[in-house]
């Protein structure tokens, strides 16, 4: 594995991450083999959210921990929170403060080393957000603090008004689902994907030091699953192949050292429940694909380059 400081902060976290969302219909005795082949793999960072199964997912994760309290100086947890099922989003003091000590009592922790705002709430109060950073931090809950699916604009309001500086912005990202890359490749064209749908940011998140984490690293999308395998991506599933047998790995490994060779330092979340499926993703870390491997991938998966 390998490691990397995350940049405005103490922590040295590892190029890829646990992904927690999909543990929650695993037993327990499922969950405790995932955690420590994720720590034997060097993997210290576990991605959570307060809804994540409705709370199931934190459930199972604390009650490892709880067997296995050693464990958690091991390990970076992020939990997120905001999103609110059949409601939608909210930002409010209140709903935060309540979901940060729902998720600590769920995770079995005093503590969660990052927060993020899960997904953008059209009524947030950015002063309203600042002061529950200030409380969770001051008591000790939370140690930093970021978001997810943000635009660079939204990121600049909740930064004028905190003074905890946002460290993360975790977004969708692979080699199909590209939109943060695709824009900028192709700017100024008058084609589809000259779109700039996200308002530039990946090259913002660059510019201020915040790390993009990529969510859905082997998914095509939500309907259609995983691109790995998928009839409607041959010719990238072909190129995988190809690539797989030249590193000797899998597929999967391929497509998630695509997302770590981006100068970016962008952060890869497996959502993977497999232990086996784990090291293998894990080993994307010694991989390191060329130039031209990368835009090969870039190119199979159907997108036009000028
Ligand atoms: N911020 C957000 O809005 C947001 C949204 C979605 C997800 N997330 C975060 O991102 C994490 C990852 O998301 P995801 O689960 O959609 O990502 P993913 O890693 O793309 O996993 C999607 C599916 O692909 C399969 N898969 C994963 N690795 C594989 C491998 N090496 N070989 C074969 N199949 C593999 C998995 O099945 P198997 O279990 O069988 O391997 C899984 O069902 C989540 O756990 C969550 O923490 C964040």
Redesign the pocket.
């Known amino acids: 594995m390998k490691y990397y400081d995350l940049p405005k902060t103490d922590l040295k976290v590892s190029e890829i ?7 929650a219909d695993k037993s327990i005795e499922e969950v405790e083999e995932l955690v420590k082949t994720a720590l034997d793999c060097g993997i210290n960072f576990f ?3 307060d809804i ?1 199964g409705g709370g199931k ?1 934190e459930e199972l994760f604390g009650q490892v921990l709880e067997k296995h309290p050693e464990y958690r100086e091991k390990m970076i947890i992020q939990t ?1 929170c905001a ?1 609110v099922p059949g409601k939608r989003y909210d930002f409010s003091k209140e709903y935060i403060m309540n979901a940060v000590n729902g998720s600590l009592e769920r995770l079995h922790t005093d503590h969660v080393e990052i927060l ?1 705002l ?2 953008p709430d059209a009524l947030c109060d950015p002063q309203e957000v600042a002061e529950a950073f200030d409380e969770l931090y001051e008591s000790g809950k939370v140690k930093y603090f970021g978001v ?2 943000h635009t660079p604009g939204q990121i600049a309001l909740l930064q004028k008004y905190t003074k905890y500086p946002i460290i993360i912005n ?3 990202l ?1 080699i199909v689902h590209s939109v943060m890359i695709d824009s900028g490749m192709n700017m100024n064209m008058k084609e589809e994907f000259a779109i700039d749908k996200d308002g530039g940011v990946l090259d913002y998140c660059r510019l201020n030091d915040i790390t993009i ?7 095509a999308s ?1 309907a259609e ?2 691109f ?1 395998n998928h009839p409607d991506y041959k010719k990238l599933n072909n190129v995988l192949d190809d690539l797989a047998k030249k590193y000797n790995v ?4 391929i ?2 050292a695509w997302i770590l060779r981006h100068p970016a330092h962008i952060q ?7 232990p ?3 090291i ?2 894990a080993e994307a870390a010694n991989i390191e694909l060329t130039r031209q491997e990368w835009y090969d991938l870039y190119l199979a998966s159907g997108k036009p380059l000028p």
Request: hydrophobic content about 35%; glycine content about 6%; some cysteine.
């Open positions: 991450a646990l992904g927690c969302m999909r543990i991605d959570h959210a994540y997912s997120k999103i993020l899960h997904r997810s699916n975790q977004l969708q692979s984490q990529a969510w859905s690293i082997v998914q939500w699953g995983t790995l899998t597929p999967a490994t497509a998630t890869a979340i497996t959502g993977t429940t497999s086996k499926h784990l293998e993703t």
